[in-house]
Nanobody, 130 residues
């Protein structure tokens, strides 16, 4: 198990932005897949966004168009930029990494299924007030 370290959570008002960061240990190779999940009051872990090492990204419907996932230049840090935040975005956000990829007509991609990820961070809290 590789320990991932998240940072960047916090409390904002509706419409605000947050930038979440996830870092893998520097001695690890670049993962094929990194993703962000969140767990809110329903206690279900929901996929938010994923990024394949080749660059293809996938977003959950409720965040598409107002979120961006990307690699930092070091290629072992992944950023999730959350914009136009809503109270429904309130949750604990978890970073995940793994090697399970899928293929479609658009090329390889990483899923938003928690079972496809082997390594997890401890979570960072995001709270959005109205």
């Amino acid at each position: 198990q590789v320990k991932l370290v998240e940072s960047g959570g916090g409390s904002v008002q509706t419409g605000g932005s947050l930038r979440l960061s996830c870092a893998a240990p520097s001695h690890t190779a670049k993962f094929k897949c990194m993703a962000w999940f969140r767990q809110g009051p329903s206690n279900e872990r929901e996929g938010v966004a994923s990024i394949y090492s080749g660059g293809r990204t996938i977003y959950e419907d409720s965040v598409r168009g107002r979120s961006l996932i990307f690699h930092e230049d070091d290629q072992i840090t992944v950023i999730l930029q959350l914009n136009s935040l809503k109270p429904d975005d309130t949750a604990t956000y978890y970073c995940a990494a793994g090697e399970s990829i899928r293929h479609s007509t658009g090329g390889y991609f990483c899923t938003l299924t928690a079972a496809d990820y082997m390594h997890w961070g401890q979570g960072t809290q995001v709270t959005v007030s109205s």
